[in-house]
């Protein structure tokens, strides 16, 4: 397995623990939903909402629809879309490493606010801070893990920031499900725990060394080399390492990276950076992974059910990444977006036809319609955990040049947040207005975007980082407006 195979080229080396990074990510995810839906953090932060929420003929699709209360999930990821674009400069002049601790203790100390709140403003305020964990955090870690393997194992290995996304967002849901029952101050420990992924982010940032690319680029050439030595379990590594040094020299030559990655020759991966997170979410992913003991509520479900329900859904996407990270290396990364996308699609249209026939606004599903409903949706969430879900961060984090890379992937991560707070301040209230048609909105959007793919993204299988412009020059459509020539005149 890839994942082994990695660990045997670090020679026991444990940079694998960066991935961890991503856990950060899918903890808050899971939590957030779960939280929200609870009746001891409603009644103490939002009232309003638990008196709604009580209502026997309150319309289904509306009992959650708060502007506040959308806030408390979306006011990180704004934070986080800040704070990405302030780590680039850190990531490129200070190395990988120190911004992924850098995330680690700003979620360490939101963590702690979280868990200690007194009121709105305190809750907000530990919000914030945990979005400038995850904005350092999504920012360093797959820039970590694109450049530390190999090429052969690196989608593998890149994947696994989205498998410990994955788990993050299922212990989450299982720690909802326990501080559920301890109500009325359950909600306070499930917040607290966000603690230990951040010690853990801080641990492995400090027990890794950094990758050989970011060395080379800061002037420790000599370092740089034996890391890659070490990395690759040879020192046969003298192509590579003078690939790595001449893109050295070029980013060196680069003084803003972020007027650079305008440039026409840099078009194409400033088209997927922007493209590839905006459609990740708007597979409508994190609606229902932010929102899923809230949506689940909503379609008639008990309290318990709802979170068992959820939990579940974030179950079949941690296993449905291993799917990925053992055949995005055979496969390709085409074939699995593309096949993720069309199942999808389906799966959403499958939903949206059931509640539109069987569920009102002041009713329930029956047990049967329910099960369907909970079944199709993991089904969804399988293909995404297979195809957008991991690739939505590969792709963009491997195609750029060393000289705009960590511009390019603060692009990714500021797309990637900017639409999580979108859709996270505007979910309730979509569903409240468009009701079981937010299905097929999102279904529309996954149409386009596997389209999208289908035309516009080659294959990055087997292209060695330093490489890819030779993919683009080959491209149908991207050969007409990359330079044929490695020249920076346009």
């Not at 856990?23 to 001891?40: A, E, K």
């Not at 490129?92 to 979280?114: D, E, K, P």
């Not at 089904?379 to 705009?404: D, K, Q, R």
Request: proline share 4%.
């Amino acid at each position: 397995m890839c994942m082994v195979e990695a660990c045997i080229y670090r020679r026991g080396e444990v940079w694998e623990v960066l991935a961890v990074g991503g856990s950060l990510f899918g903890y808050d995810i899971g939590i957030s939903g779960g939280v929200t839906s609870m009746d001891g953090f409603l009644s103490r932060f939002f009232h309003g909402v638990y008196e709604k929420k009580k209502r026997a003929h309150e319309n289904n699709y509306c009992k959650f629809n708060d502007q506040v209360l959308a806030a408390f999930t979306s006011s990180l990821y704004l934070a986080g879309l800040v704070a990405s674009l302030i780590a680039s400069p850190v990531t490129r002049n200070y190395g990988r490493r120190i911004t992924i601790i850098c995330g680690g203790i700003f979620f360490l100390i939101g963590a702690t606010i979280n868990a200690a709140d007194v009121n709105v403003a305190m809750l907000l305020l530990g919000r914030i801070m945990l979005g400038f964990g995850i904005g350092f955090g999504n920012q360093a870690v797959p820039l970590y893990l694109s450049e530390m393997p190999p090429t052969h194992i690196r989608g593998g290995v890149n994947m696994l920031f989205q498998l410990a996304t994955t788990l993050g967002i299922f212990t989450a849901n299982m720690i909802n499900y326990g501080t559920s029952k301890l109500e009325p101050w359950g909600w306070r420990l499930s917040l607290g725990l966000a603690a230990l992924p951040a010690s853990l982010m801080i641990i492995g940032g400090l027990a890794v060394t950094e990758t050989p690319n970011s060395l080379i680029e800061r002037g420790y050439t000599e370092e740089g080399r034996r890391v890659l030595e070490k990395t690759r379990g040879t020192k046969d590594v003298s192509a590579e390492f003078q690939d790595m040094v001449d893109a050295s020299e070029f980013a060196k030559s680069i003084k803003h990276p972020f007027r650079n990655i305008l440039e026409r020759r840099n078009r194409p991966q400033l088209i997927m950076a922007i493209f590839m997170p905006t459609f990740q979410i708007l597979t409508g992913i994190n609606s229902i992974l932010f929102y899923a003991p809230v949506l689940f509520q909503s379609m008639g479900f008990a309290a318990n059910a709802s979170l068992y329900s959820s939990a579940l859904t974030g179950a079949v996407l941690a296993s449905s990444t291993l799917i990925s990270i053992a055949t995005v290396d055979r496969l390709g990364r085409r074939v699995l977006l593309i096949s993720g996308g069309i199942q999808m699609v389906v799966c959403q249209v499958i939903v949206a036809i059931i509640l539109g026939a069987k569920l009102g606004p002041d009713g329930e599903l029956s047990k049967g319609y329910s099960v369907i409903v909970v079944t199709v949706i993991c089904l969804f969430v399988l293909a995404f955990g297979w195809s957008w879900g991991p690739l939505g961060w590969t792709v963009p984090s491997e195609i750029f040049p060393l000289e705009t890379r960590s511009a390019g992937q603060s692009i990714t991560v500021a797309f990637n947040l900017f639409f999580t707070f979108a859709i996270a301040q505007s979910f309730l209230s979509l569903l409240c207005g468009l009701k079981f048609g937010i299905f097929l909105f999102f279904a529309g959007w996954v149409t386009i975007m596997t389209i999208f793919v289908y035309l516009f993204l080659p294959e990055t299988k087997g292209v060695p980082i330093e490489e890819m412009i030779l993919m683009w020059r080959k491209h149908w459509f991207w050969k007409r407006i990359v330079p044929q020539e490695s020249s920076t005149d346009d």
